[in-house]
């Protein structure tokens, strides 16, 4: 006998009319909705022997259904048989099931434990991020991962918190919407964190790292409170890693107070500061970057190229598929627009700085290409120390934006938008700032019309870059 279920509510029914039937737990093929085939018994099984229900009803103790009803969720193949298993011996009055001493009891009670765990760190890790205003979308969205099947639970306790503020759950199996009022079940919608854009996060991380003190930090501590499965999907754990490894190469030392180690009274402090921090060269070239999770898929990080000190410097958004084999930037079809551009606008390419906003390339697999896929705003922030190294460095009187992602990033500012600037030049930190669109755009547009305007618009910019930037002497 064969019994799908999609639910513990659906499971208690049929285990209901199987047990009132007296068929034994080795009669029943139980299988999720999800399962094509058995799970663990053969398809040619001998037929149940059944019988008429039997007059009494099957009652059971409060405690006894909530264990059922948790490990219900816990993942694993034979969950419903299990529990039918259990609920038969039940029936048979072996009430020693409920022990930890006997051997389904104590799974049972593994199950319960693991499921409450999972509930607990969904409860403490799930990181909102507030998306920008749109007309029937929920305005904070979550990505999580979790290892039991507990998104029903937490989205009622998220809903019972957040009051009437619209949000979504995503995960890889489901999704969980709040509309202010009710829930609603959904499938799959999103494949990880990096398919949300929060114009807030930029503000978060500035936070996070303004109140990180070196000293203080216990790395053992914090990665026993926090589950290294967990941090892939928290903002801050793009940062945290470089901070980490700040802390352990010298930072410590400049977190200490400056009275450590000359301090008076009864306790003497014999190891002065500055030889228990002695101090180390930081892992700060761009190969070693390790601040977002890019690097993984990429072939290696693309630096910006150009004069030592340069008048212009031209921002892009990340290397595309050439540029992250050649290491180079602007040299693939983008780059072939980007040339044609300079040399109509009089703008000498080995006269400019080049570089991106995102060193390392992001994409995603179709068929046998590699296509672009633009940075999460974590990752541009991530990032934004070696656009702001090469800024100190260059020191360029006029930066030209390719594109919203490099106007964010030049701007330190998740909000910018292309529209809000691109209409004349403006002062940022002491420099000219012009915003045009990115060459790909111009691959990218709908006809021959676009293409011309979009190309006419990087054009007056360049040219608009060129008359800002007064020449250098000498």
Not at 207 to 214: A, D, L, V
Not at 449 to 459: L, M, N, T
Request: positive net charge.
């Amino acid at each position: 006998m064969r019994k799908v279920v999609r639910s513990f509510d659906e499971w208690r029914a049929a285990a209901r009319d199987l047990i009132g039937r007296r068929v034994a737990p080795e009669y029943v093929e139980w299988a999720g909705s999800e399962d094509e085939g058995d799970l663990f018994t053969a398809p040619d099984a001998a037929p149940a022997p059944v019988e008429p229900p039997a007059a009494p009803g099957l009652l059971l103790p409060r405690a006894f259904v909530e264990m059922l009803a948790a490990a219900a969720c816990y993942s694993a193949a034979d969950r419903w048989a299990f529990l039918y298993k259990l609920l038969w011996r039940w029936q048979r009055g072996e009430r020693e099931l409920m022990s930890a001493a006997d051997p389904d009891g104590a799974r049972l009670h593994n199950m319960v434990k693991a499921v409450h765990r999972e509930e607990h760190d969904m409860h403490a890790y799930v990181r909102f991020r507030e998306r920008p205003e749109q007309a029937g979308a929920p305005r904070f969205v979550a990505w999580f991962e979790p290892t039991h099947d507990v998104l029903p639970q937490v989205a009622r306790h998220f809903a019972n918190r957040m009051g009437r503020a619209t949000w979504m759950i995503a995960t890889p199996s489901a999704t969980v919407l709040w509309d202010g009022e009710r829930l609603h079940d959904a499938p799959p919608r999103m494949r990880s964190a990096a398919d949300i854009e929060d114009s807030g996060e930029a503000l978060w991380l500035t936070y996070y790292r303004s109140i990180f003190n070196p000293a203080r930090l216990n790395a053992d501590l914090l990665r026993s409170h926090i589950p290294s499965r967990f941090w892939k999907n928290l903002p801050e754990g793009a940062i945290v890693p470089a901070m980490i490894s700040g802390a352990a190469n010298g930072d410590r030392r400049t977190g200490q107070t400056s009275t450590v180690g000359r301090r008076g009274g009864a306790t003497t402090i014999a190891v002065t500061p500055e030889r228990a921090q002695p101090q180390r060269d930081a892992p700060d070239t761009l190969d070693q970057c390790r601040r977002c999770e890019l690097w993984r898929n990429a072939t290696q990080a693309v630096p910006g190229v150009g004069p030592k000190k340069a008048r212009i410097m031209l921002v892009g958004e990340q290397p595309g598929d050439q540029e992250d084999l050649q290491g180079l930037p602007f040299v693939g079809p983008a780059g072939a627009v980007l040339d044609r551009a300079l040399a109509e606008a009089g703008v000498a390419r080995d006269q400019v700085y080049l570089t991106n906003a995102v060193k390392h390339f992001k994409w995603e697999l179709r068929g046998k290409r590699r296509l672009h896929k633009t940075p999460a705003q974590r990752e541009v922030s991530a990032c934004h120390v070696w656009l702001e190294e090469e800024l100190a460095r260059v020191k360029p009187e006029v930066v030209v934006a390719l594109g919203a992602t490099a106007l964010k990033s030049v701007m330190r500012d998740g909000g910018a938008t292309m529209s809000a600037v691109m209409d004349a030049p403006f002062q940022h930190e002491g420099r000219w700032v012009v915003a045009v669109y990115h060459p790909s755009f111009v691959l990218r547009a709908r006809d021959e019309e676009s293409r011309k305007q979009a190309y006419e618009v990087i054009v007056a910019g360049l040219r608009e870059a060129l008359k800002l930037a007064p020449a250098r002497s000498g």
